[in-house]
């Protein structure tokens, strides 16, 4: 097979795009450089450095901030601040969005989760960055809530990385979604997964099924469901739950399923954030042919209120997103 680099993958498109000015794929090529930063860290974590471990500092989220997270957030942040095509960025490790001074900006916004998952870095479970690139839509120079707070249907693009057995970047800028491996030796991305396509159905939910007694009923009555034997319609199914989001969700990506994080009585609109989360998978997932809900509405129809706002996700196939609306939908 012939071995198509991200960047020419990405150059092919640009020149295949009316009017492309060549900024999303500089922006882009940005992004790679310090998905390749951050690999090398994560990959060379525990030896020598001292990489690993808590900074000892609380995030926003009230999340413990590892050296990983801290590192992964500069190096994001520095080469995509200053690119000069990044007019803000909003992380989940950051309280208030970094807005570029007006000279050195450009035309979009960078949303990110820089390292999700990072409880688990010292377990070697794979972790991820996840980030999302938007248009700024307000005139003039000044950075507003019109450009910080977009739904997630206004994604010029969306995409993550994957910090496992190998790294792969996985992306889409609405013409389908494209998985690129690195070949460590080389330190380039090569293209491995073409036009992913997520199955219509799948065999696996995943789901913290420690946090059952908080469930709404519905909730309750669905995973129940999914547990029951009945040939006919493919159960019961199958859990899987690796407690990082990246990797659960490229698992259900590529064999189907579906995954889950709903509200419950404690945190009615559950754990993980609308931007820097539910909304870049929920683009990705739509574009590879599958859907995205909050349980009541799809996750792309949603208008964020505020940066950091939560909400309940269930995210995967086709076949088993509509069954959380048979048994939660109001
Ligand atoms: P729980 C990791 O902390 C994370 O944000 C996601 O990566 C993951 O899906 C979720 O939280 C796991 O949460 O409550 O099951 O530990």
């Not at 208008?303 to 995210?315: A, D, G, K, Y």
Request: proline content about 4%.
């Amino acid at each position: 097979m012939e071995r198509i680099t991200l960047i020419q993958h990405l150059r092919r498109r640009q020149n295949m795009a009316e009017g492309a000015t060549g900024e999303f794929t500089s922006l882009m090529m940005e992004i790679l450089v310090a998905a390749k930063f951050v690999s090398l860290q994560v990959n060379n974590a525990g030896l020598g450095e001292d990489i690993l471990g808590l900074t000892g500092r609380v995030n926003i989220q009230g999340e413990e901030v590892q050296k990983l997270d801290e590192y992964a957030n500069e190096i994001f942040t520095k080469l995509l601040g200053n690119s000069g095509l990044i007019c803000a960025i909003t992380s989940e490790e950051y309280d208030k969005p970094v807005i570029i001074p007006p000279d050195q900006a450009g035309k979009y916004v960078f949303t990110m989760d820089p390292l999700d998952g990072s409880s688990n870095i010292d377990v070697n479970v794979s972790i991820g960055t996840i980030f999302s690139i938007y248009r700024k839509q307000s005139p003039g120079n000044e950075v507003t809530d019109d450009d910080l707070l977009q739904k997630g249907s206004q994604q010029v693009a969306s995409g993550y990385i994957v910090y496992g057995s190998s790294t792969m970047f996985v992306y889409t800028s609405g013409e389908g979604v494209h998985g690129f491996t690195l070949d460590p030796s080389l330190g380039e991305f090569f293209l491995s997964h073409s036009d992913i396509k997520i199955p219509e159905s799948g065999t696996t939910y995943s789901i913290n099924e420690g946090n059952i007694e908080t469930w709404e009923e519905p909730q309750k009555n669905l995973v129940d469901y999914m547990k029951e034997t009945d040939k006919e319609t493919q159960r019961p199914y199958k859990l899987r739950y690796i407690g990082s989001l990246v990797s659960d969700f490229h698992r259900t990506l590529l064999k189907g399923g579906i995954f889950m994080y709903p509200g419950d009585q404690k945190n009615p609109q559950g754990k993980l954030r609308y931007a820097f989360e539910a909304a870049p998978l929920a683009f990705i997932v739509e574009h590879a042919g599958g859907k995205a809900t909050n349980g009541q509405t799809r996750i792309l129809d949603i208008q964020p209120s505020e940066i950091h706002q939560r909400t309940p996700l269930f995210i995967g196939s086709t076949r088993e997103v509509d069954l959380v609306d048979r048994f939660l939908k109001k």
